[in-house]
């Protein structure tokens, strides 16, 4: 059997409500997701939310709730907006999953008996926003005590602890990111975990004693699991490492992780750590997307500019809001949620250049061809010849994790067969009976073409995708291989209604 492509997102943390820059990556993951099964691939992909640990342990407190009904209620956001921003995931979980429990102190009791750890005790800095261990030299102003990832007031910690032998394998990641070139993306963030590793690994704390909401860490009951040593496994625990092979064999290796740049470390060398003392293969890549601001500022709930995905989905529907965050900047680059470019995106691309396109061109159609797909005979034509130009430039830039640049490739497309229109100009051919055969052709090009870009779009827009192809008159189309003679002839378009509505300035 084919392996699968296996996709994922990072867990969430359930301590607040999600905001677009939970959104923005699990919409990448989506896209690519969407994408391979258009190719008509086999996909897994793979999301949830990350329920244990301090920062859940406080915000449930200070909610007045239990942390498990705390994090039950939270889940719901979570799952309601994946469900308005149309994630069509395979399977949702949860660190509170029974099944991912299991493995995980199974995991723990293998490393222990394969002697990758070990009890001693912790003496040092915690970050809980961050849920991380930070060193002194980390940070950036020594008497003031803020972590050097977020800038929030650290704690200083000293506890028993179980170390995993973290340091045991820095050489072979190295040699890991050597050999695999591709294993750190985009390529500018590798150097930073290369001298990251090659500046010393230490011994990473993997329990706690002085948090209770957490996995029973299995060798000592005292103890809980680290938060981030729990939910890393997840990428296993979720494609049935404990309880279903089948499923695991053809999953595994993960084929892209996709991560935020803060917490790339953790991906890529503490969960590759882990993996490598588990004898399992490597994912065949991380990917670490950059951050978005508003407006300029960084998002924070105390200055309330967060940006709420459910009112830009209310307002502008959610294919708009997946397209903006994807064209707007490179993936892997930070970028500014400003609604002034929002708007003017979803104006010149959508509404003019899109949108315009199919509502002039199924306009001619039902004008001149009575609502039908002209029967023609299929020529070659500068439309079909750019069109696959366009589709092999689009799957490669794609499939590289470079979203912007293969909108960019479909919008040269788009542009290229309103050219195409104002070039051969249907309605002046209409004028002359001569040209009858010849307007046809002209139309069935165009409409074709329409059919490769409503595809294509589909992965960032799935929504409008539908429409486009329901307007086309096809119900039954999902597949990109199968080119240009796949738009049937003489069946009749559909209604005929405006995309993206234009929104006023
Ligand atoms: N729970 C950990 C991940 C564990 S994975 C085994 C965690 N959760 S998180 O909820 O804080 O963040 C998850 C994702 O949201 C990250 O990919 C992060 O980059 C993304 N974002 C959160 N705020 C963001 C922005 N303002 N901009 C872009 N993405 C950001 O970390």
Redesign the pocket.
């Known amino acids: 059997m084919e392996k699968k492509i296996y996709i994922t ?7 607040a409500s ?5 959104a ?3 919409i990448a993951a989506d896209v690519y997701a969407r994408y391979f099964k258009l190719r008509g691939k086999d996909v897994f992909f793979l999301t949830g ?2 329920e244990h640990g301090q920062k859940i342990e406080e915000a449930a407190k200070e909610a007045g709730k239990a942390p498990k009904d705390f994090a039950d209620e939270v889940v719901e956001k979570y799952q309601d907006l994946w469900e308005h921003l149309k994630i069509e995931y395979n399977k949702f979980i949860r660190t509170t999953d029974d099944e991912h429990k299991k493995t995980v102190q199974k995991i723990i009791e293998n490393m222990y008996e394969k002697g990758d750890i070990y009890k001693g005790e912790y003496e040092g800095l915690y970050c809980i926003p ?2 991380s261990f930070c060193l002194e030299t980390d940070l950036l102003d020594k008497d003031s005590k803020l972590c050097p990832d977020c800038g929030r007031e650290i704690q200083v910690v000293k506890e028993e602890s179980y170390f995993f032998k973290l340091s045991k394998y820095a050489d072979k990641l190295l040699n890991h990111f050597n050999q695999n070139p591709d294993f750190l993306a985009p390529k500018f963030r590798a150097s930073e975990m290369i001298n990251f590793i090659k500046g010393g690994l230490k011994d990473l704390s993997i329990s706690r004693t002085a948090v209770d909401w957490g996995i029973k860490f299995p060798l000592n009951n005292e103890h809980s699991v680290y ?2 040593f729990d ?5 296993v625990s979720g494609v049935g490492y404990l309880g279903d092979k089948a499923l695991f064999n053809n999953t595994w290796p993960c084929d892209l992780h ?6 790339y470390k ?2 890529t060398i503490i ?1 590759s750590a882990m993996l490598l003392s588990l004898d399992l293969q490597l994912p065949k890549k991380v990917f ?7 407006e300029g500022e ?2 924070s709930k105390s200055k309330g500019n ?1 940006v709420d995905p459910y009112k830009v989905i209310d307002d502008y529907g959610a294919d708009a809001l997946r397209f903006f965050v994807l064209r707007e900047v490179p993936f892997g680059n ?2 500014d949620f400003c609604m002034h470019n929002f708007t003017e995106k979803y104006n010149n691309e959508l509404a003019n250049e899109l949108g315009n396109l199919f509502s002039r061109s199924l306009k001619m159609v039902s004008k001149y061809c009575n609502h039908k797909v002209p029967v023609v005979e299929i020529k070659e034509n500068i439309l079909k010849e750019k069109s696959q130009e366009v589709i092999n430039e689009f799957e490669r830039e794609i499939e590289a994790v470079h979203f912007s640049k293969a909108l960019n490739k479909l919008w040269e497309l788009v542009r290229f067969t309103n050219k195409y229109i104002e070039d051969e100009a249907p309605w002046k051919l209409a004028k002359d009976d001569l040209n009858a055969v010849y307007l046809e052709e002209v139309l069935f090009n165009i409409l074709a073409t329409m059919r490769v870009i409503a595809l294509l779009v589909s992965p960032f827009m799935p929504e409008s995708s539908d429409r486009m192809l329901r307007q086309l008159g096809i119900t039954e189309d999902k597949h990109i291989d199968i080119l240009w003679k796949e738009l049937p002839q003489n069946i009749s378009i559909g209604e005929i209604s405006v995309l993206f509505p234009k929104i006023d300035i």
């Open positions: 997102t990072p867990l969430y943390y359930i301590n999600p905001h677009i820059g939970h923005y990556t699990t939310t990350d961050c849920e938060v981030w939910a890393l496994i997840n990428y996709f991560v935020g740049k803060e917490i953790f991906h969960w670490g997307h950059g951050w978005w601001t508003f960084k998002m967060v930070d970028g």
